[in-house]
C-alpha cells in the first residue's frame, strides 16, 4: 500500500494541470544504481517507514483543518472512489445535472494525467478543478485544500472529490470528506470487496453501478451484496445505473437528506 511504498512523502500535486509530477518512482535505466548507491537506497527505504506515521498524521491533520472549513461554509462533501473505469465521472455528471435546481454542485477531480474527466463534467455546467497527480496514486489532503482554493464554496452545496481510479491506497488519506463513497461496477465482479477490504470497509456509502450491464456480465448480485455486507456491513448500499438513470431517484433522495444534516 501507499504508506509501504512511501509515495505519500512528496510535495502537492498540480492543481489545474500545471507542475510537475511529486515522484518518480522508477529509476533512471541509463544510470544503474552502484553498489554505494543500493546501499543508500536500503537506508532511504528504512527512514521511509519510519517517516509514514507523522506524514500520514500530517495528512490527518490537514484534513480535520478542511473538515471544519467546510463544515463552515455547510457543504456535504463525498469523496469518490474506485478502481478505474467504475464510471465515477458518467455517476457525477449525470448527479449534477439531475440535481439542478436543487442542489448546487462542484467537483475536484484528480487523475494521474489529462485533464478529459474534468472537461465531460464541464459539459453538465458546474464548477471543477482538475488536480494533476503525476505519478501519485491518490489524493491527499493538501492537494484538495488547494483545489477547494479555486472555487467558489459559498456558491456549491455539494462538492465532489473524483479520487485518483485505485483500490489501495487512497484507503489510507483522509481528505476531510463528510463521506466516502467507494463504486463496485458490475463488470469488476462480486468478489471485489473481499480483494480490497480495507478500501471497501472504510466506506459510509457502497454504489454498485453500471446495474444495466449485470445480465450480460453475468455478475452475481446476491453474492456480491453478501459479500459487501460482510465487509462495509456499516455503509449504505445503492444500486444504479448512471446511463439508464435506474437507482438514481434513491441516490439523488440520500445526497438531498444528508445535505441537509450537514
Known sequence: MCKECGCESGAGGAVAGVGEPRHPHGADPAHPPGPRQRADRA????????????????????????R????????????????????????????ALRLRGRLRVGVIVGDLATDNDAARLRTAEIPVVQVTTGTVCHLDAEMVAQ????????????????????????????LGEDLRVVLLATPEGEDKP??????????????????????????????????????????????????????????????????ARS
Open 43 to 66: 537506508d532511504a527505504t528504512l527512514a521511509t517507514l519510519e517517516l509514514n506515521r507523522p506524514l500520514l498524521e500530517k495528512n490527518d491533520r490537514l484534513a480535520e483543518r478542511n
Open 147 to 174: 483545489a477547494a482554493s479555486q472555487l467558489n464554496l459559498d456558491a456549491l452545496d455539494v462538492l465532489f472529490i473524483e479520487n485518483v481510479g485505485n483500490l489501495v491506497c487512497p484507503a489510507d488519506f483522509d
Open 68 to 95: 471544519g472549513f467546510f463544515k463552515a461554509k455547510k457543504l456535504l462533501v463525498l469523496n469518490l472512489v474506485s478502481a478505474p473505469g467504475s464510471g465515477k465521472t458518467a455517476l457525477i455528471r449525470e448527479t
Open 194 to 259: 473481499l480483494k480490497y477490504p480495507p478500501l471497501f470497509h472504510s466506506a459510509h456509502v457502497v454504489l454498485v453501478t453500471k446495474s444495466d450491464l449485470a445480465a450480460a456480465v453475468e455478475f452475481d448480485r446476491g453474492q456480491a451484496l453478501a459479500n459487501l455486507k460482510r465487509i462495509s456491513h456499516h455503509a449504505e448500499i445503492f444500486e444504479l445505473s448512471a446511463r439508464t438513470g435506474d437507482g438514481m431517484a434513491a441516490w439523488l433522495t440520500f445526497l438531498e437528506q444528508a445535505r
